[in-house]
């Protein structure tokens, strides 16, 4: 199979600061292949429904995925990655799909970075 490009997957931890707040850390971050499809009319709509916008589609191999939730995902040619929020995850056999919505884009203002 050809893969279209190289995504980061970054998985998080949310955990209270020394005051109670919950903050993000990251704990990992891992560059796979992945497919860059379009999302299905359904999945779309049904996003909608709910209140939340599905952009883009990821397609990566199951053995690859370890339930991340933060996908950077760089355009051919781009300088930054688009940082993309999975919203649903489902699989296919021995492939992840994965539902996201945009969490920011190189040009955000006040852009804050998964890093």
Do not use: H
Request: aromatic share 12%.
């Amino acid at each position: 199979m050809n893969w279209s490009g190289t995504a980061v997957l970054v998985k998080m931890e949310t955990k209270p600061d020394a005051d109670g707040y919950r903050t993000e850390t990251e704990i990992s971050r891992r560059e796979v292949f992945v497919d860059d499809l379009s999302a299905t009319r359904s999945e779309f709509y049904a996003a909608q429904q709910v209140g939340t916008d599905i952009v883009r589609t990821f397609k990566l191999r199951a053995v690859d995925y370890e339930s991340e939730r933060i996908v950077e995902y760089k355009e051919d040619g781009a300088d930054e990655a688009t940082v993309y929020e999975v919203k649903r995850d489902y699989t296919k056999g021995e492939f992840y799909y994965l539902n996201c919505s945009l969490k920011s884009s190189p040009g955000s203002v006040g852009r804050k970075r998964a890093t």
